[in-house]
């Protein structure tokens, strides 16, 4: 008998319909001897449906006492769809208990809207176990010090279930969604993407920070520190399928780099709608430029992902960083008043509209022209380069983003990712 987490997320809970098909699901891993926790998602577009009754309210919030209400509000989606699970395991014949975050409690930081799980407390949930229920915790929330409740970010309960499992160390974190595992691009954008049976533990974590929002990033992160063996896989598989096909289907994060040795170099292409970039011009060209540019936005919370700085002609240079979409007009007025006069700079542009496209793959570390196939392929559908950034296992680029599923396309065949025949 193993301890084993379930998290399903939102369209996987989507209707009372197919939350009766995940009980039927869970009570079948129960039956089959597990001990089963169960982290939901809200139903779909719930978390959004929340979020959106708030900004008709108050269109603008800087405050942290907005932030608070947000989290009390956003918090509730999780809590129903628990509360529905429980009652749809019960009438299968299954007892069942949910927990909201702070019953259980999961302890967080107060950072509102992006709070971070700093520790689970595990006994009222075994005690359940122990007294043979299934154990359902709300996904996306805890509690923070102070007793106000939090939420984890979008995507968040996916970290609630991961760290759920490393607190219980449980066998191992099944995470439910709407299609059948990890792909080596978004199936949705690139139809020709292909199913990894394994994906390393390192390039999961590239392509989730890089954009694939299979798996929110820090889920990955606890899975990597909390070694918790973790796989994706689909809700809309009939719920009867034999438990221990189930259990082998999907993608399995893997921990050991071996595996991956006889595997293509590029893994998979990730890719980011939301980002920005700003362009501070004509700054002089002296030490300490990208701490005056970079010093103000860091302090006003606003996080910078690519940057560059141009050579310099006549002591001038031009330095250009990207920020999410959501921090562009702040960040960009904040340079205009702040920054532009104390540095003598001549001017801020900015483009709202560009896309970052990554291709990850731990067999880059040992093959060298890649980046140059990647440049190959964007350069024979004229898709310009804005910006590149590299790491041992990843490039990135940024471009306009009206090319970007052209380029995502473009990339995926041209390192060899697309389906054939064979591996359809
Ligand atoms: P859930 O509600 O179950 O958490 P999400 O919408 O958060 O589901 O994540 C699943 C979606 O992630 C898929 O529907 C797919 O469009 C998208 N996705 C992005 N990149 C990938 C990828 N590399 N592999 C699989 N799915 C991906
Ligand atoms: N319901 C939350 C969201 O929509 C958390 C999640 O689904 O993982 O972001
Ligand atoms: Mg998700």
Redesign the pocket.
């Known amino acids: 008998m193993a301890l084993i987490v379930h998290k399903y997320?939102?369209t996987s809970m989507g209707s009372t319909e197919r939350i009766r098909n995940v009980a039927k699901r869970v009570a079948k891993w129960a039956r089959a001897g597990h001990q089963m926790v169960v982290v939901p998602?809200a139903m779909s577009g719930e978390t959004n449906r929340l979020l959106g009754l708030a900004s008709e309210l108050a269109p603008s919030h800087a405050q942290s006492a907005y932030y608070r209400e947000l989290d009390m509000l956003a918090a509730t989606g999780e809590q129903a769809s628990s509360a529905l699970l429980a009652i749809a395991l019960q009438a299968e014949g299954l007892p069942a208990i949910s927990f909201t975050g702070w019953q259980v409690p999961v302890h967080t930081n107060s950072s509102y809207t992006k709070a971070r799980i700093e520790s689970i407390d595990d006994k009222r949930v075994r005690a359940e176990l122990d007294a043979g229920r299934v154990v359902i915790i709300t996904g996306f929330q805890g509690i923070d010090p102070n007793g106000h409740i939090t939420t984890l970010g979008?995507?968040g309960?996916?970290t609630s279930a991961v760290a759920v499992a490393a607190a219980l160390k449980a066998a191992e974190v099944l995470i439910y969604?709407d299609v059948d595992g990890v792909y080596t691009t978004d199936p949705r954008v690139v139809p020709a993407a292909k199913r990894l049976n394994t994906v390393s533990f390192e390039e999961m974590l590239e392509m989730a920070s890089l954009g694939s929002?299979?798996?929110?990033i820090r889920s990955v992160e606890f899975a990597g520190k909390y070694k918790v063996p973790m796989r994706v896989l689909s809700s809309f598989t009939p719920w009867d399928i034999d438990v221990e096909e189930e259990a082998r289907s999907g993608t399995l994060i893997t921990f050991e780099e071996d595996e991956k040795m006889e595997k293509a170099v590029v893994s998979g292409i990730a890719f980011n709608r939301g980002e920005a970039k700003i362009s501070v011009l004509g700054v002089p060209d002296t030490p300490g430029i990208a701490y005056s540019i970079l010093g103000p936005v860091a302090e006003a919370n606003i996080e910078v992902d690519v940057i560059i700085q141009n050579i310099s002609k006549d002591g001038k240079t031009d330095f250009s960083f990207t920020v999410s979409q959501g921090d562009y007009q702040r960040a960009v007025e904040l340079l205009r008043e702040k920054v532009l006069p104390a540095l003598g700079a001549s001017e801020v542009v900015g483009n709202p509209n560009i896309a970052k496209v990554s291709i990850v793959g731990i067999g880059m570390r040992s093959h060298v022209g890649v980046a140059s196939t990647m440049f190959r392929a964007l350069s024979q559908e004229s898709v310009n380069i804005q910006m590149i950034s590299t790491s041992e296992i990843k490039t990135s680029v940024v471009i306009d983003e009206k090319y970007l599923e052209l380029a995502v396309r473009a990339l995926h065949t041209a390192f060899g990712l697309d389906k054939t025949e064979e591996n359809a």
């Not at 929002?213 to 929110?216: D, F, N, S």
């Open positions: 997320g939102g998602s979008r995507g309960s996916d969604t929002k299979v798996l929110q």
